[in-house]
C-alpha cells in the first residue's frame, strides 16, 4: 500500500515535473503530521505481525474507515469492503476486510466487528492533505519563479534562428552556473526588455504559512504564526500547545473513541486513542524550516564550524 518513491530526472525538470515533484513532497510531509497527530494506547505487543498506532491510522488516513476484528487470535483493523445489506438507518451491517494473504470468504458483521471511521462521513484525511499540499505547494512554486526572476531581471527578444543559443544561457543561469559564456554575434543580435521585476517571496512566505497554519488548525492543533513564533512569550508558546476538541478534529477523535469503547466491550480489550503530546509551534517551524534552512555559520566568526 505503500507509495513508489519520487523519481526525479537526471535532467533538468521542466515546469510540470517541478510543479508535480514540489506537490507531492508537501502532500507526503502534511501526511505525516496527520497520521502521527494521533496514537493508539492497549494494543498487543507480543505477537508478530503486531497492530500498531501507524497502520491504524494510515488506514483511516487512505480509506476513511475500517474494522476491528479478531483473526487467529489477534485484533486486527484493516479497510473493508461493505455489502449492500444496510440497516434502518442506512448503515451497513455486513464487512469483508481487505488483507494481504486473507481468505477472500472472511465476512464480518456488527456482532463480530467494530466499525471505526476517520470521522462522521468516513471520509479520508488523504483529499483535504492534497488540497492544502496544493495550495502550499503552489505558493512554493510561485516563490522559486520569483528567485529565478531575481537570477535574470530581462526578458530576451531575438530572432527564431537564435532561440536555441538564448535558451541555454538561460538554462545556466537557472544552474547557477558561475560564468556564462556567449558569443558576440549572439549577443549582439539580442535584444534586452526590462520586465519591472519585484521582489514577492516575503510576502509569498507569509502566505505559505498562513496556509500551513490553517491546515494545522483543521487537524486540532491551536492556529499560530509561524513568523512570530522565536518572539512567542512562554506562555504564549504554552498556550499554542493547547489542542482543540472541537469542530472536524472533535468529530475525529469522537468516532476513534467511540470504536475504541465498543472494542474494549466486545473483545475485552483496553485500547484507547490518545493525542501525540506533540508541540504545534515545533511542528509549524519544522514544516516552515524545510524550506528556509538557516544558514551555516562562516569561518572565523566563532560559530560551531570556526577553527581554532
Sequence with gaps: MGRKPIRVPKHTPNTDCKNAITAELWERRLAITVMHHIGWEGLE???ANQLTSRLIERTLYQSGYGIFFMWEGKLLFLPAAVS???NVFWEPTEFWPIGNHLPFEIKNTKEDCVLCRNNSFGMPSVDICRYYANKIAEIQRAMDVNLFQSKIQFAFETSSENEFSVKNMINNVDK???????NRSLMNSVNLINTGFQYYIDKYTTYKSDMINEFLQ???FKNIDIQKSERLTSAEATSSDEITYDGFFGDMLEMRQEAADNVNKMFGMHIKPIIRNENSMEIAKKLAELDNPKPAQPFGNGGDNDVR
Design 45 to 47: 505487543q507480543d505477537f
Design 176 to 182: 547557477n552556473e558561475v560564468a556564462i559564456l556567449a
Design 84 to 86: 449492500n445489506d444496510l
Design 218 to 220: 483543521v487537524f486540532g
